[in-house]
C-alpha cells in the first residue's frame, strides 16, 4: 500500500514493478512493468510469466519518489 505524507492511502501513484532476478518476465518478456495504485493505494503488478527455467525470482515493487522497494520473493518449480 502506498501511502501519503498523512498515512492516507496515495490513490493514482505510479508503482515500477522489477524482476530483480530469475527467468520470469511480465507481458514479453519484459523485466519491468508500471500500474497505478487505485483509491485504496494498491497497484496491483501485471501478470507475471514464470518463464521456463525453474528457480528462485525476486520482484521488487517501488512507488515514485519512494526509498524502499517491497521485495517478493517466489520459486519456480518444474510439475
Not at 524482476?19 to 487505485?38: E, I
Not at 483509491?39 to 501478470?47: E, L
Not at 515514485?64 to 520459486?75: D, E, I, N, Y
Amino acid at each position: 500500500m502506498v501511502v501519503t505524507c498523512r498515512s492516507g492511502p496515495a490513490a493514482g501513484a505510479v508503482v515500477s514493478f522489477r524482476v530483480v532476478s530469475g527467468a520470469a518476465g511480465f507481458a514479453g518478456g519484459a523485466r519491468v512493468a508500471t500500474a497505478a495504485t487505485g483509491p485504496d493505494g494498491v497497484a496491483h503488478a501485471p501478470t507475471l510469466d514464470a518463464g521456463d527455467q525453474v528457480g528462485p525470482v525476486r520482484v521488487t515493487a517501488l512507488a515514485a519518489g519512494g526509498l524502499l522497494p517491497a521485495s517478493f520473493a517466489r520459486r519456480v518449480i518444474a510439475y
